[in-house]
C-alpha cells in the first residue's frame, strides 16, 4: 500500500518557466516531508525539506509547500533550468527526531527543455 | 570526506543464488539505511542500522537481512534470490538516525539482477 504518491511519472517545463511537482500521501500522521533529486547512475540527493508546522520553506529556486488538509505537497522550481532535469521522489516520516523510516513515493521525472 | 561507497556497482544473478551487497559510510557516520528501487514501486525502505544494531525494518521478508560492523559498514544479503529482486538498492548514511533533518547521504547504488 503505497503511503505516498507521485501520480505524475514524468513533466515537460521549457527552461525559464515553473515546474510543479506534486506529491499526495495518505498517513495523517506524516508531519515530516522531504524532497530528493535523483541523476541517472546516481544515488539521490536531499533537496528541500518541510515539517508540518509551516505550509511553506523556499531555498532559492525551490519552494516546497505543504497542504495538511489535502494531505498534498508541492514542489515549485522558479526558473526552471536544465540542469533541473532528474527524477524527484517526495518522502514523508512521522515524527522526524524519532528516527522513523521514510515513506517514498515513485517519483517524477522532469526534463526541462532549453 | 570522501561518499558513501557502494560495491560492487553491478551484479548478476541467477534464482536461487544468494547476493551480499556492501556499503561504506561516510567518515564519522554512524546510520547506515538500506533502500530497494525499482521503476513501479520507487524507493522501498529495508532497514537502518545505528551502532551495530537494526533500529528500523521495512516490509520485506526474512529472505532480506543485513548487518553493521563496528566500522560503521554495512552489508545486506539476499538468500534465494527471485526475479523480483532485480533493482537498484541504495545505501545511505547519516550522523545520527535517518528520521530526522534529511540529512541522509546516498551512495550510487548496486544494480542487482536476478535472471
Known amino acids: 500500500d503505497q503511503q505516498v504518491k507521485q501520480n505524475s511519472p514524468s513533466l515537460s517545463v521549457q527552461e525559464g518557466r515553473i515546474s510543479i511537482l506534486n506529491c499526495d500521501y495518505t498517513?495523517?500522521?506524516?508531519?515530516?516531508f522531504l524532497w530528493y533529486k535523483k541523476y541517472p547512475a546516481e544515488g539521490p540527493t536531499f533537496l528541500i525539506s518541510i515539517s508540518s508546522i509551516k505550509d511553506k520553506n523556499e531555498d532559492g529556486r525551490f519552494t516546497v509547500f505543504l497542504n495538511k488538509s489535502a494531505k498534498h505537497l508541492s514542489l515549485h522550481i522558479v526558473p526552471s533550468q536544465p540542469g533541473d532535469s532528474a527524477v524527484y521522489f517526495c518522502?514523508?516520516?512521522?515524527?522526524?527526531?524519532?528516527?522513523?523510516?521514510?515513506?517514498f513515493g515513485t517519483g517524477t521525472s522532469l526534463t526541462v527543455i532549453p | 570526506k570522501a561518499g558513501v561507497t557502494q560495491t560492487p556497482r553491478y551484479l548478476i544473478k541467477t534464482r536461487g543464488q544468494q547476493v551480499t551487497l556492501s556499503c561504506s559510510p561516510i567518515s564519522g557516520h554512524r546510520s547506515v539505511s538500506w533502500y530497494q528501487q525499482t521503476p513501479g514501486q520507487g524507493l522501498q525502505f529495508l532497514f537502518e542500522?545505528?551502532?551495530?544494531?537494526?533500529?528500523n525494518k521495512g516490509n520485506f521478508p526474512g529472505r532480506f537481512s543485513g548487518r553493521q560492523f563496528s566500522n560503521s559498514r554495512s552489508e545486506m544479503n539476499v538468500s534465494t534470490l527471485e526475479l523480483g529482486d532485480s533493482a537498484l538498492y541504495l545505501c545511505a548514511s547519516s550522523e545520527g538516525l535517518a528520521g530526522g533533518l534529511g540529512t541522509q547521504y546516498f551512495g550510487p547504488g548496486t544494480r542487482l539482477t536476478v535472471l
Open positions: 542500522y545505528f551502532s551495530e544494531t537494526q533500529r
Open positions: 498517513n495523517s500522521m506524516f508531519d515530516y
Open positions: 518522502a514523508a516520516s512521522e515524527g522526524w527526531d524519532t528516527g522513523n523510516q521514510f515513506y
